[in-house]
């Protein structure tokens, strides 16, 4: 059975984790915390459906990856509830980019 002292220092512990990760998807220094790589993986589809379409179009499991990168960022950050969008500029991160596809053919 654990002491006192161990179970202490295992919620300690545990708590240093959950801050490290709070810090990490909230900073804006080095990685821009999860609302920037949010962003940034978003802009990257968006580049190459408009630069390179037919590489887009040719290599449909390209956008199966960026999406599940989306999916994975935007549940983690609903997870930890930075509400950092809430900080930033309207817009931002950017919608999905078949949502602007189809806010452009109405």
């Not at 002491?3 to 909230?26: G, P, Y």
């Not at 949010?38 to 589809?45: F, V």
């Amino acid at each position: 059975m654990k002491t006192f002292v161990d179970r202490m220092l295992c919620k300690s512990k545990n708590n240093r984790k959950v801050k490290a990760i709070e810090e990490l998807a909230t900073q804006r220094g080095n990685t821009g915390g999860l609302i920037k790589r949010i962003d940034e993986n978003r802009e990257i589809l968006e580049l190459l459906q408009e630069r390179v379409p037919e590489f887009v179009a040719s290599h449909p499991w390209l956008v199966g990856w960026i999406k599940a990168n989306d999916q994975f960022f935007t549940q983690l950050e609903g997870i930890l509830e930075t509400h950092q969008a809430l900080l930033m500029a309207q817009d931002y991160p950017r919608p999905w980019p078949s949502q602007i596809d189809q806010r452009n053919s109405k």
